[in-house]
């Protein structure tokens, strides 16, 4: 037996076989990455109530006889959810999301983790517990090398000192989130207002949610209640191809693919509704990222509603359930009812089925039992986020894809670009495969969800603008404005991307993130002066085929080719994601990347200054920018060009007299002839 593998951010063995690992759901495919980073985190606080009275009469060793119980279960509810446990301080549990890896909704994991250390809060002692929680999101320093299972610390900034703050104004057995958590999970989470808390050192009240319970189930959105905006085609191929299906007794396997908030999951219920209008029996499943309760959950999903099986059935009831369905699907044919029913039990895992005979029995009693029930009425099966199902239940739809016989079927896939990572070749080989990917909504489109959320024009171009024709991201901006403060990425967003370039593998994170410093338009060579030894041409090709970045057709620098982030968002996220002397570093760099490469024009002499100034050297930003100023002098931009006059005064430090007063006098004379220009400009509206 080979050596078992550690997980480097946590320390734990791992099975040969396991992908992510047991304990914190870190990659083990990808090496945890070792410097410090910025990220967007959510911390959970659980401390007991009234224990350090309780310990004081007990002997040490029954002190811990008592903590250690509580430790591992509330570690192990944290840890089902995706997050990871840093540290245990007495009776307190301090857990991270976020990091060292995103998972695209980790302030809502952080809060149904809460919501369940607190149901079970009185099964963890003989006699019960009492707790206080406290689920608080913001930035933080990361250290992405730690280890918190030896006690390494992890995550600081103030998002931290806020969380105990919370914790500590929770009402006993509640859970108390602070601001950055409500917006970013109010549309799963029910909520009661709480008293702003007062906290130590904080200069403002910190102001306070009560968490109730979840209305809507993991993964799921709130329903919208408008149309579909914008996917009129994608919807007339998903009807032409359930019509040829139903019709002509073909079953399909189609894969709508697609970044998160894409669409996917409003295209579908568009065109299911559409379906069951029409007679078609519909029947949903979906994978889930935590707390998933088997190999074949949203395969065992689906089965329970065609047989009208529920969870609080008792294991009888549901092996005749199960065993009446099979009779009624696949009796009279040559297969066995009965071992139909037993297998079925086994993707449940219940009675004498939770043990299948074989994996072949098993995926032939599956498609007999769909099959079956395509011919009693047209079916179709909707696998939702089935990049994050385990790999048999992979291998289960596409051998009931290319197995099934004449029946009125359809098995309708929906899934993030990540599945392509997992299976390269999925679908391939199949006579009956349509790949479906989703992508941004035109102009018109985006801006018509945009004007229903806020019916301004001028607010809904300035979504559209950041949003980029993301469904998802208009609303989430939209409801932002007014909300946040100028520039700064609703949470949900920012967790979305992160997820997506937390998914990469590690080289091409990397890249992308030294790219991000660069902007929004860059250069292999400039990623080169970043200091990669390798040549990162293959992996900007990679990341070009995940739609992440494409080549432009032009390039402002001479026999280079020049490619652009896809979407403003990725960029943003991925700069932010930097630790600070990092960018500082990286800046310099692209600085005299630019200094060797481009020449005296406008554009090229403000990107040297942005560059300069972001590495700490202002004298030398200060040289651009008056550059800067004076072409923009030169061009009658009297206006712009007083701009970056004031950006150098700024950078001139006090002390330097001489020079201040050189700036200021030719920032006064723009300034006037600027003046000159807006009335020039008023007459000539006037006249026209």
């Known amino acids: 037996m080979g050596e078992l593998p550690n997980c480097s951010a946590c320390g734990q063995e791992n099975p040969p076989i396991a992908r992510f690992c047991l304990t914190c759901g870190a990659s083990l495919s990808h090496p945890v990455r070792q410097a410090d980073e910025r990220r967007l985190v959510t911390i959970i606080f659980v401390d007991l109530v009234g224990f350090t009275q309780r310990a004081e009469h007990l002997d040490p060793e029954?002190?811990?006889?008592?903590?250690?119980?509580?430790?591992?279960?509330?570690?192990?509810?944290?840890?089902?959810?995706?997050?990871?446990?840093?540290?245990?301080?007495?009776?307190?549990?301090?857990?991270?999301?976020?990091?060292?890896?995103?998972?695209?909704?980790?302030?809502?994991?952080?809060?149904?983790?809460?919501?369940?250390?607190?149901?079970?809060?009185?099964?963890?002692?003989?006699?019960?517990?009492?707790?206080?929680?406290?689920?608080?999101?913001?930035?933080?320093?990361?250290?992405?090398?730690?280890?918190?299972?030896?006690?390494?610390?992890?995550?600081?900034?103030?998002?931290?000192?806020?969380?105990?703050?919370?914790?500590?104004?929770?009402?006993?057995?509640?859970?108390?989130?602070?601001?950055?958590?409500?917006?970013?999970?109010?549309?799963?989470?029910?909520?009661?207002?709480?008293?702003?808390?007062?906290?130590?050192?904080?200069?403002?009240?910190?102001?306070?949610?009560?968490?109730?319970?979840?209305?809507?189930?993991?993964?799921?959105?709130?329903?919208?209640?408008?149309?579909?905006?914008?996917?009129?085609?994608?919807?007339?191929?998903?009807?032409?191809?359930?019509?040829?299906?139903?019709?002509?007794?073909?079953?399909?396997?189609?894969?709508?693919?697609?970044?998160?908030?894409?669409?996917?999951?409003?295209?579908?219920?568009?065109?299911?509704?559409?379906?069951?209008?029409?007679?078609?029996?519909?029947?949903?499943?979906?994978?889930?990222?935590?707390?998933?309760?088997?190999?074949?959950?949203?395969?065992?999903?689906?089965?329970?509603?065609?047989?009208?099986?529920?969870?609080?059935?008792?294991?009888?009831?549901?092996?005749?359930?199960l065993r009446a369905k099979s009779a009624d699907f696949v009796g009279g044919t040559e297969t066995d009812p009965d071992a139909v029913a037993e297998d079925l039990a086994a993707v449940l895992g219940v009675g004498k089925g939770s043990h299948a005979a074989d994996r072949h029995g098993l995926f032939y009693?599956?498609?007999?039992?769909?099959?079956?029930?395509?011919?009693?009425?047209?079916?179709?099966?909707?696998?939702?986020?089935?990049?994050?199902?385990?790999?048999?239940?992979?291998?289960?739809?596409?051998?009931?894809?290319?197995?099934?016989?004449?029946?009125?079927?359809?098995?309708?896939?929906?899934?993030?670009?990540?599945?392509?990572?997992?299976?390269?070749?999925?679908?391939?080989?199949?006579?009956?495969?349509?790949?479906?990917?989703?992508?941004?909504?035109?102009?018109?489109?985006?801006?018509?969800?945009?004007?229903?959320?806020?019916?301004?024009?001028?607010?809904?171009?300035a979504v559209l603008d950041v949003a980029e024709g993301n469904p998802l991201f208009i609303e989430q901006l939209a409801a932002s404005i007014g909300k946040t403060a100028p520039g700064r990425l609703p949470t949900n967003i920012r967790e979305i991307v992160a997820a997506r370039l937390d998914a990469l593998p590690a080289d091409e994170r990397a890249l992308l993130l030294d790219a991000s410093v660069v902007g929004k338009v860059f250069w292999v060579d400039a990623l080169r002066a970043l200091g990669s030894d390798a040549d990162p041409t293959p992996l900007v090709e990679r990341l070009e085929q995940r739609d992440l970045i494409r080549r432009e057709t032009g390039s402002l620098i001479e026999g280079k080719p020049q490619y652009a982030f896809t979407h403003a968002l990725i960029r943003e996220v991925a700069y932010e994601m930097l630790a600070r002397a990092d960018r500082t570093r990286r800046h310099g760099l692209v600085a005299e990347f630019f200094s060797r490469n481009v020449g005296e024009t406008a554009e090229s002499i403000g990107a040297m200054a942005r560059h300069w100034r972001a590495a700490g050297r202002n004298d030398v930003a200060v040289e651009h920018l008056i550059r800067a100023a004076q072409v923009a002098e030169g061009g009658w931009a009297k206006d712009h060009a007083a701009f970056l006059y004031r950006e150098a005064l700024s950078l001139i430090p006090e002390t330097d007299v001489e020079r201040r007063r050189a700036v200021r006098r030719r920032l006064a004379l723009a300034s006037t002839a600027s003046m000159h220009v807006a009335d020039v400009r008023l007459g000539e509206n006037l006249r026209g």
């Open 365 to 461: 009693s599956v498609r007999e039992f769909f099959e079956g029930a395509a011919r009693k009425q047209p079916t179709i099966l909707v696998f939702e986020d089935i990049h994050w199902a385990d790999a048999n239940l992979l291998d289960l739809v596409l051998a009931s894809a290319s197995l099934m016989r004449r029946v009125p079927l359809m098995i309708l896939t929906l899934a993030r670009p990540e599945l392509c990572d997992q299976r390269p070749n999925w679908g391939s080989g199949l006579a009956e495969f349509l790949a479906l990917t989703l992508g941004p909504l035109d102009v018109d489109d985006a801006r018509q969800l945009a004007m229903r959320r806020l019916g301004d024009r001028a607010q809904a171009d």
């Open 62 to 321: 029954d002190v811990r006889a008592l903590l250690t119980p509580y430790h591992e279960r509330v570690r192990r509810e944290i840890e089902s959810f995706g997050g990871v446990v840093e540290k245990f301080i007495g009776d307190a549990v301090m857990g991270v999301f976020g990091a060292p890896f995103s998972h695209g909704d980790d302030a809502e994991r952080a809060v149904r983790a809460g919501l369940a250390v607190r149901d079970i809060a009185g099964e963890m002692i003989e006699g019960g517990l009492q707790l206080r929680i406290a689920v608080n999101t913001g930035e933080a320093i990361v250290s992405l090398g730690a280890r918190p299972a030896f006690g390494e610390a992890m995550v600081a900034g103030d998002v931290v000192n806020t969380a105990a703050r919370l914790q500590t104004a929770a009402p006993v057995n509640g859970v108390v989130v602070g601001e950055e958590t409500y917006r970013a999970t109010n549309t799963a989470i029910r909520y009661e207002p709480s008293e702003p808390v007062r906290a130590k050192g904080k200069e403002h009240p910190i102001a306070a949610w009560l968490a109730i319970e979840p209305f809507v189930e993991p993964g799921l959105r709130a329903a919208d209640a408008g149309e579909l905006v914008g996917r009129g085609f994608e919807l007339t191929i998903l009807a032409a191809l359930w019509e040829r299906a139903s019709a002509s007794r073909l079953p399909t396997l189609v894969s709508v693919l697609g970044p998160a908030g894409v669409g996917k999951t409003t295209l579908a219920t568009g065109f299911c509704a559409a379906a069951a209008e029409a007679g078609a029996r519909v029947v949903t499943g979906r994978s889930l990222p935590y707390r998933e309760s088997g190999t074949y959950g949203a395969l065992a999903g689906q089965v329970m509603r065609i047989a009208d099986v529920f969870e609080s059935d008792s294991p009888a009831a549901i092996e005749a359930k």
